[in-house]
Structures are given as C-alpha cells and as structure tokens.
C-alpha cells in the first residue's frame, strides 16, 4: 500500500486541522494504521492508532481528547482531526500502515509502509 498524507499547515494556537492520509495503492481494510509525528532533533512519537480488527482507536496521552482519528472507507483515507492546537504539537505528521501486535501500536517500527510526511505549525 502507498500512503500520502496532507492536510498540514500553519495554525494558531486554538486551532484546528485534518490531516488525511490516503491510500493511493490498496486499501486500508486489511491495515491498522498510525499517526505519528516528528519534531526537529526528535524522535518519531506515536499519536493515535486506528486497529484494524475492530476499529479500535489509541491515542497517546498528549493528544487524547483534542485529536480524534478514523476511517472513510468510501475515500479510502484515515483522518487525524485536531483541535484545540497547542505549540508542542509543531511536527511533520507521517501516517503508517501496518499489522502490529497490540502491544507494538505505538512503535514506528511497527508499521511497513508510511506517508511523506506533512508539517503542522502552531503559532504563538
């Protein structure tokens, strides 16, 4: 599967974005998949996760309850809608596909294919 995500940009602080990621060979059907993020001269951190068996949703801590991810099947696409934007959230957000355990849902190592990436800034 080939992913691509958009939906970045620059927002003030409060704001909101969607990111989509799309699956432009395949399908998601089969695929839990990730956001991730990555700020400059950090490592990639886990985001949210859609599961694939049950459509179960991950966050992690940071996000939960300002981000919310899910599935449009008919778009073929996973979407990460944030609100309430705060500037720690400024990254390049990558979305992965993947069949990871449960316990590896966090770990970019866990997913084979991934997106190139799209950056959010939030402003001050």
């Known amino acids: 599967v080939q992913l691509q995500a958009s939906g970045g940009g620059l927002v003030q602080v409060g704001g909101s974005l969607r990111l989509s990621c799309t699956a432009s060979e395949g399908t998601f059907n089969t695929y839990t998949v990730g956001w991730f993020r990555q700020a400059p001269g950090k490592e990639r951190q886990f985001v949210a996760a859609?599961?694939?068996?049950?459509?179960?949703?991950y966050y992690d801590d940071s996000v939960k309850g300002r981000f919310t991810i899910s599935r449009d099947n008919a778009k073929n696409t996973v979407n990460l809608q944030m609100i309430s934007l705060k500037p720690e959230d400024t990254a390049v957000y990558f979305c992965g596909a993947g069949r990871p355990i449960l316990s590896t849902v966090t770990r970019p190592s866990a997913y084979g294919y991934w997106g190139q990436g799209t950056l959010v800034t939030v402003s001050s």
């Open positions: 859609l599961l694939k068996q049950n459509h179960r949703t």
